[in-house]
């Protein structure tokens, strides 16, 4: 799937996604789920192809012929990590569930909205000014918070620019996917004169102890994403003061159902979540509407629409109306992909039976 327009971080340029999908299908429906790795293993461990092995040969044989989403997780717990690859098998079962039950996604997790507001992840740029146009574009479209990715030699004067073009108003954060040390403390402080809601995720993905020190250098909140792969990894960062706010990323945890708990354990702490994105299709997309309308999102997520990435979606494209995304309300993930799109994107395909 190419993307309209390169995405850089502080971990290297997509210009295009490898996109892994999984059909489940039972004797009462069938169900769909993306798996959100990337194509090479920069954002976590993970990578498209070998998470397509090792749904394959270890995720798959291990499932019960009769197992519900509930027992996904149960059934998988023997093989260690691989959550993304993980996620897309329980989500794809969960589906499928909720298409024969005739529920939504948005109902089942327990969403308290019909609609949430989006933020939109802003790349870095060659140039200042490139980024002030691409902000303005967002803004136009109607986008209600904006995260700028920084890395050394591109934060402070970046974040000082826009905040200078776009006034107060805006709802503005950063995103450093680890790309600094404790030893850059004293220079991410300087971003506390520009109001951020959070910077996230600042230092290594593996230090909660550095966060927590460094959570108390500065007074912009400390936001956790790499950080937090489980419900476990949250409560220890809300123990140890890493972060104020949580990140939820469905397929970095291992799917929606531990998405939800982490949700309700940040809620009963008082620490804020919002729903991240993966340059997801409109199929993930779905999933992830339907979480940020639980009722512990109370910021904007990385839930654009789906022209932000792709100029042909596969499913039908999600449309921002007034800053904001409709939950699906249909059985399931409430959208399919589109037959003829999906055909002309698909590169391979492989059915197993249980």
Same mark, same amino acid.
């Given at each position: 799937?190419?993307?309209?327009?390169?995405?850089?971080?502080?971990?290297?340029?997509? @210009?295009?996604?490898?996109?892994?999908? *999984?059909?489940?299908?039972?004797?009462?429906?069938?169900?769909?789920?993306?798996? *959100?790795?990337?194509? /090479?293993? %920069?954002?976590?461990?993970?990578?498209?192809?070998?998470?397509?092995?090792?749904?394959?040969?270890? %995720?798959?044989?291990?499932?019960?012929? #009769?197992?519900?989403?509930?027992?996904? &997780?149960?059934?998988?717990?023997?093989?260690?990590?691989?959550?993304?690859?993980?996620?897309?098998?329980? @989500?794809?079962?969960?589906?499928?569930? %909720?298409?024969?039950?005739?529920?939504?996604?948005?109902?089942?997790?327990?969403?308290?909205?019909?609609?949430?507001?989006?933020?939109?992840?802003?790349?870095?740029?060659?140039?200042?000014?490139?980024?002030?146009?691409?902000?303005?574009?967002?803004?136009? /479209?109607?986008?209600?918070?904006?995260?700028?990715?920084?890395?050394?030699?591109?934060?402070?004067?970046?974040?000082?620019?826009?905040?200078?073009?776009?006034?107060? $108003?805006?709802?503005?954060?950063? $995103?450093? #996917?680890?790309?600094?040390?404790?030893? $850059?403390?004293?220079?991410?402080?300087?971003?506390?004169?520009?109001?951020?809601?959070?910077? /996230?995720?600042?230092?290594?993905?593996?230090?909660?102890?550095?966060?927590?020190?460094?959570?108390?250098?500065?007074?912009?909140?400390?936001?956790?994403?790499?950080?937090?792969?489980? &419900?476990?990894?949250?409560?220890?960062?809300?123990?140890?003061?890493?972060?104020?706010?949580?990140?939820?990323?469905?397929?970095?945890?291992?799917? =929606?159902? /531990?998405?939800?708990?982490?949700?309700?354990?940040?809620?009963? #702490?008082?620490?804020?979540?919002?729903?991240?994105?993966?340059?997801?299709?409109?199929?993930?997309?779905?999933?992830?509407?339907?979480?940020?309308?639980?009722?512990?999102?109370?910021?904007?997520?990385?839930?654009?629409?789906?022209?932000? =990435? =792709?100029?042909? $979606?596969?499913?039908?494209?999600?449309?921002?109306?007034?800053?904001?995304?409709?939950?699906?309300?249909?059985?399931?993930?409430?959208?399919?992909?589109?037959?003829?799109?999906?055909?002309?994107?698909? @590169?391979? @395909?492989?059915?197993?039976?249980?």
């Amino acid at each position: 799937m190419p993307l309209v327009a390169p995405f850089r971080t502080s971990f290297g340029t997509e @210009t295009s996604r490898d996109v892994l999908l *999984v059909r489940v299908v039972t004797p009462d429906a069938e169900g769909w789920a993306e798996c *959100v790795a990337m194509s /090479e293993p %920069l954002y976590s461990s993970e990578y498209v192809d070998g998470a397509a092995e090792v749904i394959r040969r270890f %995720l798959l044989p291990a499932l019960p012929s #009769n197992v519900d989403a509930q027992g996904v &997780a149960r059934a998988l717990e023997p093989v260690k990590g691989h959550r993304m690859a993980k996620a897309a098998v329980e @989500t794809a079962v969960l589906d499928a569930q %909720l298409r024969a039950a005739g529920e939504s996604f948005g109902r089942f997790l327990g969403a308290s909205r019909g609609r949430v507001p989006c933020g939109v992840s802003v790349g870095i740029m060659d140039s200042v000014p490139q980024l002030l146009d691409a902000v303005a574009g967002y803004l136009d /479209e109607g986008y209600v918070r904006i995260k700028l990715k920084i890395e050394p030699g591109w934060d402070v004067e970046p974040v000082r620019a826009v905040r200078e073009r776009f006034g107060d $108003d805006v709802l503005l954060q950063v $995103d450093a #996917n680890a790309a600094y040390s404790l030893a $850059d403390a004293r220079r991410l402080a300087r971003l506390d004169a520009f109001d951020l809601l959070l910077i /996230e995720q600042p230092l290594a993905n593996d230090d909660l102890v550095q966060h927590a020190k460094l959570a108390e250098q500065l007074t912009t909140p400390v936001c956790l994403d790499e950080s937090i792969e489980s &419900a476990e990894h949250a409560a220890a960062a809300i123990a140890l003061g890493s972060c104020s706010i949580v990140n939820v990323k469905p397929g970095r945890v291992g799917g =929606y159902l /531990e998405a939800r708990r982490i949700h309700d354990l940040c809620r009963a #702490n008082g620490v804020a979540v919002w729903c991240g994105g993966m340059l997801e299709t409109g199929l993930g997309r779905a999933a992830n509407v339907a979480l940020a309308a639980l009722p512990g999102f109370t910021l904007p997520g990385d839930t654009s629409g789906s022209r932000r =990435y =792709y100029a042909t $979606d596969v499913t039908e494209p999600f449309e921002l109306v007034d800053g904001h995304l409709d939950v699906p309300s249909g059985p399931g993930l409430g959208v399919e992909p589109i037959p003829d799109v999906l055909d002309e994107v698909t @590169t391979a @395909t492989e059915w197993i039976t249980l």
